[in-house]
């Protein structure tokens, strides 16, 4: 594995696969700008010598699979999950012999080896101790126009539990108010939040420590979903293979690795006034809103001599962050299927999803009702218990083929038996529930059908047929629809988008009711309902805002006609037409001035041909208003 962060920076430039960046880049705006037009290609790493500070900073290099697969010392992600099945099966396989019993040993001794140590001394990360600490002297982004400010967005966060001594290890952003002070935006469900109210319990304040750079398996392991108690850096020695070696910091009383190029230490006081934190622009693709989280105050900077920035932007998706979540659906997949599911065959959060809002598992189906035991046993385990829409298939399906699970999905799935509804505790960035984290699930049980669950079916339904719709003349006789998407109908999946401009209460519904009127619409099985500020004809950017603006349970209707189908309002949501009660946010682009700034540096940037910014076509789809939605 890497010694440092530099190590890594050096691998990908070898490769060719970073393009350091000399001319001046202004870290407010541009740089994220010039990296939404990289990320979204696919391109390379990032590293900007000139940011008007004293470092440099990366960013991207996270940016495809193989990148991220380098970042955890793999060539693929799926060796990672291989190697943790292989050594779970090692250990809690029968051991028939002696001999067998003494094979283990050096299973358990590597093992030992990974377990983080404290070691004495000063570190390389502590080579440079800063006179007076100073997170303005660092190249921290403002990634989007309606930020609150400028946001730290990889930084690897522990906190310790003050009655067992227990680290925890995450990633969560910080916003810089000063020098010395910063917003710390841990959410309710989070282990760091668990430990700040037991230190307010307590009375006590609460040492926080935090790092950036070094192995990027400490990033990688600080967004991991680990149980509870289970140390985010005996993960990353895992994936090093060997251990992660701890200095003691300067001013609190905790630990951090000893190759980072940053540390910032400080403090919470948990009786103290929180701060109002946001807007961010987040991985949803939309701003997450101001809200009142805890002060973070600094108490000492210290880095390496050659130290350098890592930072990301998340945004619309594809963005870097997407390869941090595949390396999550590879690597836990193992975990899952040997020790809450193991009928798990494989599982996908396709991008559009967000991480969140959107799951495809496919399993070795046995019995019926099997799809329904898989759903509830992952909605009980840890963070999938986030999730806002479940699909289970089974069979041969290729489940990393969007057009082939499209097509398995609708052939296999009935709307009036195979749509299971629920609610429960949902991400904090979910804006589409009537109540703040926590809204409407649903489950599609898309398997092939038992006799047994055949035999629960009480109407016929409509086979997976090409349906022809008339879509010129649809949008003739209801004046509201601007737009039809057939592209999945025509390739054998019966979904269809449409287009439409809300202007009254209840008119999803009663637009859904007059068009299954239609013959021709009787034999679609499901149409969802999306705002026309948006082209329509993008399937990809239809099934993103369809899965960040649906609460399922909420928003679902059931159309009963000669076999039923069932339809989804993925509109924005307002109070004075639905009732919603909530501020909803905008969607996330660039300004036309920083666009065009970008434009102009371009032939600066050693980048090859301009790349036009995502921006340009997300501009036109902003609401009124900021960050808020007017």
């Known amino acids: 594995m890497f010694r440092n962060q530099k190590e890594f920076i050096d691998k990908l430039e070898n490769a ?24 979204k290609h ?6 900007f010598e000139n940011t008007g500070t004293p470092f440099p900073l990366l960013i991207n290099a996270y940016g495809t699979e193989k990148r991220m697969a380098w970042a955890l010392g793999v060539a693929h992600l799926d060796e990672i999950a291989q190697q943790i099945e292989a050594l779970f099966k090692n250990i809690t ?100 939040a668990r430990h700040f109210n037991v230190y307010k319990e307590l009375g006590k304040r609460m040492p926080v420590v935090v790092t950036l750079g070094g192995d990027p398996a400490y990033a990688y392991s600080a967004t991991a979903p680990l149980p509870d108690g289970v140390d985010e850096f005996l993960l990353a020695g895992f994936l090093r293979k060997k251990n992660v070696q701890l200095v003691k910091c300067l001013t609190q009383d905790m630990y951090v690795p000893a190759d980072v190029d940053f540390v910032i230490e400080g403090y919470v006081d948990p009786n103290e006034p929180f ?47 997407a390869w941090l979540g595949k390396a999550t659906e590879r690597i836990f997949l193992a975990p899952i299927k040997m020790t809450a599911v193991p009928e798990i065959v494989d599982m996908v959060l396709p991008v559009e999803g967000v991480f969140h809002n959107l799951v495809i598992v496919k399993i070795k189906k046995d019995y019926p009702g099997q799809a329904l035991k898989v759903m509830h046993s992952l909605w009980g385990a840890g963070q999938m218990m986030f999730t806002k829409m479940m699909i289970v298939v ?6 990393h083929n969007n057009l082939e699970v499209a097509q398995y999905i609708s052939a296999n799935v009935n709307p009036e038996t195979d749509f299971t509804f629920s609610q429960g505790p949902t991400d904090v960035l979910d804006h589409s529930c009537s109540t703040m984290a926590f809204g409407g699930k649903m489950g599609i049980d898309a398997t092939r059908k038992t006799e047994e669950e055949l035999a629960m079916v009480a109407s016929h339904y409509a086979t997976n047929t090409i349906v022809n719709i008339d ?15 057939c592209q999945l109908l025509q390739a054998g999946v019966s979904i269809l988008f449409i287009a439409v401009t809300k202007n009254r ?13 239609i013959e021709a619409m009787q034999t679609v099985k499901c149409v969802i309902f999306l705002e026309d500020i948006f082209d329509i004809n993008d399937i990809a950017d239809a099934v993103w805002r369809f899965s960040n603006n649906m609460d399922p349970k909420r928003d679902h209707l059931f159309i009963h006609h000669q076999t039923t189908s069932i339809i989804f309002d993925g509109t924005r949501k307002t109070k004075e037409f639905d009732g919603f009660q909530r501020d909803w946010p905008n969607i996330l682009a660039s300004t036309k001035a920083t666009m065009d700034e970008v434009d102009k540096l371009w032939p600066q940037l050693n980048l090859g041909p301009l ?20």
């Open 93 to 192: 396989g029968p051991k028939h012999s002696f001999i067998d019993k003494l094979k283990l040993l050096p299973q358990l001794g590597n093992i030992a080896s990974w377990m983080p140590k404290e070691i004495s001394g000063r570190g390389a990360c502590q080579q440079v101790i800063m006179a007076q600490p100073d997170l303005t002297k660092l190249p921290v982004l403002t990634c989007w126009p309606m930020d609150g400010g400028p946001f730290v967005t990889l930084p690897v966060i522990q906190t310790r539990d003050p009655q067992t001594g227990i680290r925890n290890v995450g990633l969560y952003r910080m916003q810089v108010f000063e020098p010395t002070l910063t917003g710390m935006h841990w959410h309710r469900h989070k282990v760091s």
């Open 16 to 39: 060719g696969e970073l393009v350091r960046i000399k001319t001046y880049v202004n870290p407010h705006l541009q740089i994220a700008e010039i990296t939404d037009r990289v990320s």
């Open 471 to 485: 879509s010129h003349w649809l949008m003739q006789q209801f004046t509201e629809i601007k737009g039809i998407n």
């Open 275 to 321: 701060i109002l934190e946001g807007p961010f622009g987040d991985h949803t693709g939309y701003y997450s809103l101001a809200d009142m989280y805890p002060r973070f105050h600094i108490t000492c900077i210290t880095h390496r001599k050659d130290a350098i920035y890592p930072t990301t932007i998340v945004g619309i998706p594809p963005q870097e962050d």
């Open 505 to 517: 209460k209840n008119h999803i519904k009663e637009l859904a009711q007059k068009l299954f009127d």
């Open 42 to 47: 696919y391109g390379p790493a990032l590293l």
């Open 611 to 630: 790349i036009t910014s995502p921006s340009r076509k997300y501009q036109q789809q902003l609401y009124a208003g900021g960050a808020v939605a007017q």
């Open 394 to 399: 089974d069979g041969d399906v290729n489940i």
